[in-house]
């Protein structure tokens, strides 16, 4: 089969890991997500992997709990391991191999990040989850995510969401909203969309480096990117 991404980063919240718990991870998203990826690693594409912690803790949490922000942040890329951890696990009940990379040195349960080393992975087959963030305060995992493929050369950051695409306005909320199936990124930025946190949007403009949002909750969607189907919203230019 013909690819149109060969080397991708799959960007999912941490959020979406709950399900329709409030909290935690939910088995059936966890499997759900470890058989679309499992199903592309048999296509061929080259995936690495980032997910947020925000279903167990947001650093931006923390002063409301009388944390201090950085101590908070250091404290979200712990979540971001643990939930690093189980989809690794929910990966290799699928017999995909994996490894597991972290920006804060944990030897006993992950590599630490070395670039030539993520590389080197990718190209064997194996599936590379980055977690802890980039190891840093004040960055959030989006910008890991735009970090992290712009390091390895990454032809796309996948952005599994909610929602099928960029709009307008959240759709959620209001019915009139138009979804975008091709955007500039310097359109994003003068309409104030929430796409990915600035820092992030600017590394991937500055790089050229597309995002496609999309649906992750439909389990085609990931199968029909890779093979070049327009799906969701295509941020370029």
Do not use: W
Request: one cysteine or more; proline letters at 3%.
């Amino acid at each position: 089969m013909s690819l149109k991404y060969k080397r991708i980063l799959l960007k999912l919240s941490g959020e979406s890991l709950m399900g329709k718990q409030g909290f935690g991870i939910d088995p059936s998203m966890l499997h759900h997500y470890a058989e679309q990826i499992r199903a592309i690693r048999e296509e061929g594409v080259e995936i690495a992997v980032v997910i947020g912690g925000g279903n167990i803790f947001r650093g931006l949490q923390a002063k409301d709990a009388g944390i201090e922000r950085v101590q908070g942040d250091y404290m979200g890329m712990l979540a971001t391991v643990m939930n690093g951890m189980a989809l690794q696990s929910a990966l290799e009940q699928l017999g995909v191999y994996t490894r597991l990379v972290t920006a804060i040195k944990m030897e006993q349960i992950a590599e630490p990040y070395i670039r030539r080393k993520a590389i080197r992975h990718l190209e064997k087959g194996r599936v590379v989850i980055f977690s802890a963030g980039t190891g840093s305060p004040y960055f959030t995992t989006d910008s890991a995510a735009a970090l992290r493929a712009n390091e390895i050369s990454a032809d796309v950051i996948l952005k599994g969401t909610r929602v099928d695409g960029i709009y307008t306005a959240d759709p959620e909320k209001d019915p009139s909203a138009k979804k975008f199936d091709k955007i500039q990124f310097s359109r994003v930025i003068s309409l104030g969309l929430n796409v990915m946190d600035m820092t992030a949007f600017t590394l991937c403009q500055e790089n050229n480096l597309p995002i496609i949002v999309f649906d992750i909750n439909d389990n085609q969607n990931l199968m029909r990117i890779i093979k070049g189907e327009s799906v969701g919203t295509l941020v370029e230019g």
